[in-house]
């Protein structure tokens, strides 16, 4: 029998990876002769590094970057080694390349910073282009960005700099680095020219869950400014920098992204991502399966165990467990999810989805809960797998989805 342990993290709890390695003890307890592929995930926010690391065998980077005010910081990235498919069915090729697995809150995030100095007038992204930097040093061929828990709101100019694209003031004056949000005004010209040239042959794929436009009553600056530390008269002139912005990238660079869903993530990032670096921006969770090659991994499976801290509405409407539940059915393999809460909703939304919702405290309170998830979730695994080999969890017709033990 093989057995795929793909959960996200089971947030306050455990790590992806602790959920995965709790999964598999169970699945030894009921049978100590399965074949187990562990492979923890995640959406592109946090905890995507750490999940694509171990599940890929990847390394760990750390690299010395500016934080969102300027300060030195250490910031860990993932440097992978994942299949690429071209072509399908028979005639499918496979090659492997290095990909890099980068968190923008590393560099340039949010918990960076003491509350005190929240400001996105003056924070910057140029932490999280220099991060891409050294990706493309240490010969990554593909990137994976997620830019969940930004401190910023300068449209990602500040990481276009680090990258070699230059912004020039109203006098024609070089614009030095970083630029932050409140400068986003005096910028009069963009020159791609000097940009890294890697670039070009290296794809950046963002992972975006939001569809905010760049400016607006639903743009960075109005929606998420307030969070980031921004008064009323700042979000108004950062949604005017943002404006400015855009104008100049349609005037310079004939390019228009502004009202492009999810140009609006993480203060505009989204939006200079793909202005200055072409980049495009996917759902997190097909990204990062697509990295993992978890459609070659989960052929032959028996099942697929899934799973995370909350089943609920947000789990219906993409994140890692539907996701999951979704590429394990394309090739008939069954999906099961395990969870800390299961909600009524969620269990309505994905009944179509997964062959069995399991609550792993289910009676306990809370605390206790979260405080035993890891034997919880490794014993409600031992029972899932015994009641799901003896047919349990099948429906009177099941749908084709190959033998139950391999």
């Not at 995965?20 to 923890?40: E, S, T």
């Not at 171990?54 to 690299?63: M, N, V, Y």
């Not at 140029?126 to 040093?137: E, N, P, V």
Request: net charge neutral; glycine share 12%.
């Amino acid at each position: 029998m093989k057995v795929i342990c793909a959960p996200d993290k089971f947030k306050g709890s455990l790590t992806a990876v602790e959920a995965a390695a709790a999964m598999a003890r169970g699945v030894r307890q009921a049978f100590p002769q399965a074949a187990i592929d562990l492979c923890p995930l995640a959406d592109g926010g946090e905890g995507t590094v750490a999940a694509m690391v171990s599940a890929t065998g990847g390394q760990w980077r750390e690299t010395r970057v500016a934080g969102p005010r300027g300060q030195a910081v250490m910031a860990a990235w993932g440097l992978c080694k994942t299949v690429n498919t071209k072509g399908t069915g028979s005639g499918a090729e496979q090659a492997s390349s290095l990909t890099a697995v980068i968190e923008m809150a590393a560099a340039s995030g949010l918990a960076l910073l003491p509350p005190e100095q929240h400001d996105p007038t003056l924070t910057s992204t140029l932490g999280t282009g220099q991060l891409i930097a050294s990706a493309l040093d240490a010969g990554a061929k593909r990137i994976i960005l997620g830019i969940g828990g930004s401190a910023t709101t300068d449209g990602g100019c500040a990481a276009a700099q680090a990258l070699g694209v230059r912004f020039f003031d109203h006098d024609n004056q070089l614009i030095a680095p970083p630029i932050t949000g409140a400068m986003l005004k005096s910028i009069a010209r963009i020159d791609l020219s000097q940009r890294d040239p890697r670039l070009a042959t290296t794809p950046i794929r963002v992972a975006c869950d939001v569809t905010n436009p760049l400016t607006g009553p639903q743009g960075a600056a109005q929606i998420y400014g307030p969070q980031k530390g921004a008064g009323p008269d700042q979000v108004t002139q950062l949604d005017a920098g943002l404006t400015h912005l855009a104008h100049c990238v349609r005037n310079c660079l004939n390019r228009d992204f502004a009202d492009q869903p999810g140009a609006g993530a993480a203060g505009g990032l989204g939006f200079g991502l793909m202005a200055f670096c072409e980049a495009q921006l996917r759902p997190g969770i097909d990204m990062v399966l697509e990295a993992v090659g978890f459609a070659a991994r989960v052929t032959a499976a028996a099942c697929v165990l899934t799973g995370e801290g909350r089943l609920d509405a947000q789990t219906a409407s993409g994140k890692t467990v539907l996701g999951v539940a979704r590429a394990a059915t394309k090739q008939g393999v069954p999906t099961l999810a395990l969870a800390g809460a299961v909600t009524p909703q969620a269990r309505r939304a994905l009944a179509s989805e997964l062959v069995a919702m399991i609550e792993i405290g289910e009676g306990l309170p809370v605390a206790e809960s979260m405080t035993r998830a890891g034997e919880l979730l490794e014993a409600a695994t031992t029972a899932a797998m015994t009641r799901f080999e003896g047919g349990a969890y099948w429906p009177a017709e099941p749908r084709d989805a190959g033998p139950r033990s391999k």
